[in-house]
């Protein structure tokens, strides 16, 4: 298929460079291809970049039948444009729409529209260390219609959005609070698909969290509340007594990609990652022997943030004396490394825009 391109004739001013945060400036294009039943996806292009215009029946409105991505665009030293495993962005994108019965998208042809939209907006790309572009594909149902069934209409968007770096003071280990009141998926639901319906249900439990002064929040299993699922927007490791440990995929997690390259990097250094159940109590009584060296999440947008604080049930510990580990600092320099071109890429995680 051919992506058809039409710029936009009134380029928007591009941000500082300096003060960009996270998701609040858009560049001047989108990409957009819509699906309709028996014909599949047609009609990819590139157009200026503007709202949308929606039927307010369609039925993303209603049920929430939406899946989304989130990987980044750096811009190396040398000035090219590199993106991290983008195929394993669209491989999850078939995995999240298998659950929610949206139609697959070919990864290739997913890969080449991140690539052609990324190209057209290359100028968007920040170039100040720590900065990036975040590349924000997503998918929603569009048949104007109340009954509840699959949409047989939907559109594949991706938006961009440049990013300031996202630790611009030095990385300062987060407060984490352990939430076991709501839980956010259970085995057999929506946790393991990158749904927006996932990010709903965990709205109530971060607002509490946040006023509470803690940044994010631990999940637990939705039925005992007893394992540690993950973090936020994370996935979380830990080190126990020199052994790196992360929650086994069991249906409800998400599969993080930075979680993935982070257990096949320190694998490939030696350190083996033990993947398994691990329990809130387990983690607590490690603190109390003095055994939990570390803990940390990973996910796109930060790589890894470093956990300082455990609160549950009104019982805080601490790890590592609030400081980042040598694992985690470890993981942080090589995954940045290879991300800005910095670094040789020895497995070949890293694919060429330009
Ligand atoms: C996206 C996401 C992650 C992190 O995945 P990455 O591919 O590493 O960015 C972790 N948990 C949840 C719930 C997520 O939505």
Redesign the pocket.
């Known amino acids: 298929m051919n992506i058809s391109i039409t710029k936009t004739t009134n380029p928007k001013q591009k941000p500082d460079q300096n003060d960009l945060g996270f998701g609040q400036y858009f560049t001047d294009h989108m990409f957009i291809m819509d699906y309709t039943e028996g014909k599949g996806w047609h009609d990819p292009r590139i157009v200026p970049y503007a709202p949308l215009e929606l039927d307010p029946s369609c039925m993303v409105l209603h049920y929430g039948q939406a899946i989304f991505e989130?990987l980044k665009a750096y811009k190396t030293s040398k000035g090219e444009i590199l993106l991290f495993r983008p195929e394993k962005n669209m491989e999850r994108v078939n995995s999240s729409n298998d659950r929610l019965v949206i139609p697959r998208i070919d990864v290739d042809f997913g890969v080449k529209a991140i690539k052609e939209l990324v190209k057209v907006d290359v100028d968007w790309i920040p170039d100040a260390p720590g900065t990036s572009l975040y590349i924000r594909p997503f998918i929603i149902a569009t048949d104007p219609y109340l009954g509840v069934r699959p949409s047989n209409t939907y559109k594949f968007i991706i938006i961009l959005s440049p990013v300031g770096a996202y630790y611009k003071e030095g990385i300062n280990p987060v407060k984490i609070y352990v939430e076991s009141n709501y839980v956010r998926a259970v085995k057999g639901g929506l946790g393991y698909a990158?749904t927006v319906a996932?990010y709903a249900s965990s709205l109530k439990a971060q607002v509490e969290a946040k006023h509470s002064g803690y940044t994010q929040v631990l999940w637990l299993d939705g039925i005992e509340k007893k394992y540690i699922e993950?973090v936020g927007?994370?996935?979380v490791f830990f080190k126990i007594d020199g052994e790196i440990i992360t929650p086994s995929l069991e249906g409800s997690i998400?599969p993080?990609?930075?979680?993935m390259s982070t257990i096949e990097l320190l694998k490939k250094s030696g350190i083996p990652v033990t993947e398994r159940r691990i329990s809130i109590e387990e983690l607590y009584a490690a603190h109390a022997a003095g055994k939990l060296d570390e803990a940390f999440g990973?996910?796109?947008?930060a790589v890894i943030s470093p956990i300082g604080e455990f609160n549950w049930n009104e019982n805080s510990i601490t790890v590592n004396e609030g400081k980042i580990g040598p694992v985690a600092s470890k993981v942080y320099e090589t995954i940045t490394g290879i991300q800005s071109g910095d670094m040789e890429d020895a497995f070949g995680w890293t694919q060429k825009v330009l």
Not at 256 to 259: D, H, Q, S, V
Not at 298 to 301: D, F, I, K, N, P
């Open positions: 989130g990158k996932n993950e927007t994370m996935n998400l993080g990609i930075t979680r990973t996910g796109t947008a």
